[in-house]
């Protein structure tokens, strides 16, 4: 359900003009990133998280025919492009997949541990990509983008956060992992929303709160078409 709010995230910097020219996703920001790169704008995917009871994309084969009835077959049929991280096993590296079939590609990217069985991809075992990427800013730049801009809703991020302990701090910083500080490090900009706990319900409501959370954190960090008008005013 965190994944939800990288659509107001997506909405928010819609509506400043700001839209990607590449675009790579972990776990629930892989589904809603193929989303993206297939032309579905910020009101589309919205659509499309209302129109399943999110917690049953926990199954693999659910997923899997979510992703063939809303999105393209394969990577080269998306209008951007687009790369899912998962985690290789045994290894727990960073694997990031840009071709063939994409439902399979999200499904294994979306393994989660202990409740999602590996993924058979191409003769690879591959599970939740948060093991190994969280935050996929690496993929972005080894696809060419200038400027990175990372959409954090990770929950242990946003625990420790809380706790005073923020990933750009020379000292409290070194707590996260390793693969955390490095996907920071490659970003631009850093978008966190604060992810209501009202939000974890799987309810209509809780997908509208979760936007929400998503775009005010990007109005927190960038000032908004409004504020700039009146500052030139």
């Known amino acids: 359900m965190r994944g939800l709010a990288h659509i107001g995230v997506i909405k928010a910097l819609d509506e400043m003009g700001i839209r990607p020219h590449f675009i790579a996703g972990t776990s629930a920001g892989s589904l809603v990133g193929a989303g993206l790169a297939a032309g579905l704008d910020w009101r589309d995917l919205i ?4 129109s399943i009871f999110w ?3 926990l199954h693999g084969g659910s997923l899997e025919r979510f992703c063939l009835r809303h999105l393209p077959e394969t990577f080269c049929r998306l ?4 790369a899912a991280v998962a985690t290789l096993l045994p290894t727990k ?6 071709e063939g079939r994409l439902a399979c590609a999200i499904s294994a990217s979306c393994a989660i541990r202990f409740l999602r069985k590996p993924v058979m991809r191409e003769g690879k075992r ?3 990509g ?3 990427c969280v935050l996929p800013t690496e993929a972005c730049r080894e696809m060419g983008a200038e400027v990175v801009i990372a959409s954090d809703v990770w929950e242990f991020s946003s625990m420790m956060r809380s706790a005073g302990y923020h990933p750009h701090c020379p000292r409290k910083g070194r707590f996260y992992p390793s693969h955390f500080r490095q996907s920071v490090a490659e ?7 604060d992810i209501p706990l009202s939000g974890y319900l799987p309810t209509s409501g809780a997908v509208r709160r979760m936007m929400e959370a998503g775009e005010k954190a990007v109005l927190d960090r960038l000032p908004s078409q409004q504020d700039g008008q009146r500052c030139s005013n």
Request: aromatic share 6%; proline share 10%; hydrophobic share 45%.
């Open 130 to 132: 948060g093991m190994a």
């Open 93 to 98: 590296e960073a694997y990031t997949m840009n």
């Open 126 to 128: 591959l599970k939740d």
């Open 187 to 193: 970003a631009d900009l850093l978008i966190q929303p």
């Open 79 to 82: 209008q951007l492009p687009f």
């Open 47 to 50: 659509e499309m998280a209302r």
């Open 55 to 57: 917690p049953s994309l």
